[in-house]
């Protein structure tokens, strides 16, 4: 068979010995805004030296669907590194755990599990929409007394996944749940961050403040997670499932009684608990950032807040509440999710992958252990696929009557794709669904005139979080409504 020409490398940013490209990257707190900036001079896919890593930076969707999709098994490795070896005991969890038969294994049992619990079902719709119900009664008690909203759409969220894992759930100011807060926050704030000791490890000899305060957030959580696990093993009796807990020490249990046991495939403590730790983390912190996402473009585009709010009162009014059955109906909110999606990506620089194989991306070969950065910020901003990418534009994602969704471009990708995609999608978009459908229905959302409208731009880390602040919160007029129901109008 006829060989084409050998393929050449990416282009590569200047490197110096041992570390790397860093001076082209340091100084710049926002990775994914200075890579995408950096395809100017280098091209939309471009290499660089991180330390010792060679890195690969993809910035369009037609690389980023080759990696993902039609190569997704040659880069389905992760790197490993300091701060989540730390957060996952060495890759026991999902996320951050090597491809292999360990790994699929309990990715499999996780999307058993969260298919027997709700997607599909009505129990993990009863859950959202009562957690939901919640929220508007907090919302509503607020009246005219300063609230921050953010910690309350974290319990919301929180309650949901933790129902789901746990069975349980906070009331508000319940202490497990600021320590939760707390500790979470941490770790956001620390980890993968391609902090200087992620890229040379041997840097942890010297005493650094963000490890410090990682070691310290993971000590909280560890206690946690065990104590929860703990109370489910003792009460689990093999028959009865009634959370991810229960199904995955059952899963266990059934694995260590098959004969002949298969190989490959045990389950530590450390798994299980590493596994939880994932869907606790990862349905807090996406779907609660979202959400803020959310709130925060609503208030700087009233207008926006206003076509969702009539397109509900028309098509379900305030006699009765929101249903997951409802979202053919409410095309417009569902356009919105999608534009906050797009606009701000939670997880801009998706995880590492890493290629398993020497391969190509491209017209390029990529060496194995590459690591492969999809920066889903350019994805997302590609002024070849979207008409003003800085704008925040539902009505993008319509169909030309304003009745059905679609993408307008396939550089869309907010939840990955392939082999790694997210394993919470259907759960998130959920979640977005009922929880801004049942706030929108009774109250709008304002900033009070004398302060500023919070900023737009993000905060990077391990997700694209809002910039902290507190807005106070009042409870204005109420709109008077054809079913003479009451409208609140909160201010957020
Ligand atoms: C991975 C996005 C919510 C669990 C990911 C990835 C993205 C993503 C971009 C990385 C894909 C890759 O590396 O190629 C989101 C967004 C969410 C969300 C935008 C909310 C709107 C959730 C929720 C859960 C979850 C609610 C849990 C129930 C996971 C897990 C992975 C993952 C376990 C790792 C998958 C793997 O490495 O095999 N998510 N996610 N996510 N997500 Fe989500
Ligand atoms: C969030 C803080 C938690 O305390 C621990 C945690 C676990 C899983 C991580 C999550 C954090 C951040 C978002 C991640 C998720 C796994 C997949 C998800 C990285 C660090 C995304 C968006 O890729």
Redesign the pocket.
């Known amino acids: 068979m006829a060989t084409g020409p050998a393929l050449g490398r990416p282009r590569s940013l200047p490197a110096l010995p041992l570390v790397g490209s860093l001076l082209q990257l340091a100084g710049h707190p926002q990775l994914h805004l200075r890579l995408w900036r950096l395809q100017g001079r280098y091209g939309s896919l471009y290499a660089l030296w991180m330390g010792s890593h060679y890195v690969v930076v993809v910035n369009s969707y037609r690389h980023a669907r080759e990696v993902l999709l039609k190569k997704g098994k040659d880069f389905a490795g992760r790197p490993r590194t300091v701060t989540t070896d730390l957060?996952s005991r060495g890759g026991k969890?999902?996320?951050?755990a090597s491809y292999g038969p360990l790994w699929k294994f309990q990715r499999k049992l996780v999307h058993t599990a969260l298919s027997m619990f709700g997607e599909g079902s009505l129990a993990l719709e009863r859950i959202i929409c009562r957690e939901a119900a919640s929220l508007c009664e907090t919302l509503s008690a607020a009246q005219d007394m300063a609230l921050d909203m953010a910690p309350e759409l974290t319990r919301a969220v929180t309650n949901v996944v933790c129902s789901l894992c746990f069975n349980s759930s906070y009331q508000r100011g319940d202490p497990e749940f600021e320590a939760m807060l707390e500790?979470?926050q941490g770790?956001?704030d620390t980890?993968?961050k391609e902090s200087l000791v992620d890229i040379f490890p041997w840097l942890q000899i010297f005493p650094n403040k963000d490890l410090a305060l990682l070691k310290k957030?993971l000590q909280v959580?560890d206690q946690l997670l065990q104590q929860k696990f703990t109370e489910h093993k003792e009460a689990f009796c093999g028959d009865t499932v009634k959370d991810l807990m229960d199904a995955l020490l059952k899963v266990r249990l059934s694995a260590e009684n098959s004969s002949p046991p298969e190989p490959g495939l045990k389950l530590t403590d450390d798994h299980l608990l590493m596994t939880v730790?994932?869907i606790?983390?990862?349905g807090?912190?996406?779907t609660t950032t979202v959400l803020k996402w959310a709130v925060l473009y609503l208030l700087h585009y009233p207008e926006i807040q206003r076509k969702i709010q009539e397109e509900m009162d028309q098509k379900i009014g305030l006699v009765r509440h929101p249903h997951l059955s409802d979202r053919p109906l409410l095309p417009y909110l569902e356009a919105t999710i999608s534009e906050v999606l797009r606009i701000r990506p939670?997880?801009p620089l998706?995880?590492p992958h890493v290629s398993l194989a020497d391969t190509s991306i491209g017209e390029y070969s990529i060496p194995k252990g590459a690591r492969v950065i999809i920066n889903l910020w350019s994805v997302h901003h590609d002024e070849k696929e979207w008409d003003k990418p800085e704008e925040f534009n539902p009505g993008r994602f319509l169909d030309e009557r304003g009745q059905h969704i679609h993408s307008p471009s396939p550089s869309y990708l907010p939840f990955?794709a392939g082999i790694r995609v997210?394993l919470g999608k259907v759960l998130a978009k959920m979640e977005l669904f009922l929880f801004l459908a049942w706030v929108l229905q009774r109250f709008t959302l304002e900033c009070p005139e004398d302060q500023p409208l919070p900023s737009l731009e993000g905060k990077f880390g391990?997700?694209l979080q809002v910039q902290k602040f507190q807005p106070p919160v009042r409870q204005a007029e109420l709109k008077q409504q054809a079913a003479s129901e009451n409208q609140d109008t909160i201010a957020y």
Request: charged share 15%; with cysteine.
């Open positions: 957060l969890d999902i996320a951050f500790y979470s770790i956001v980890v993968a957030c959580r730790g994932d606790f983390g990862a807090v912190e996406t939670v997880s998706l995880i990955g997210c391990v997700v």
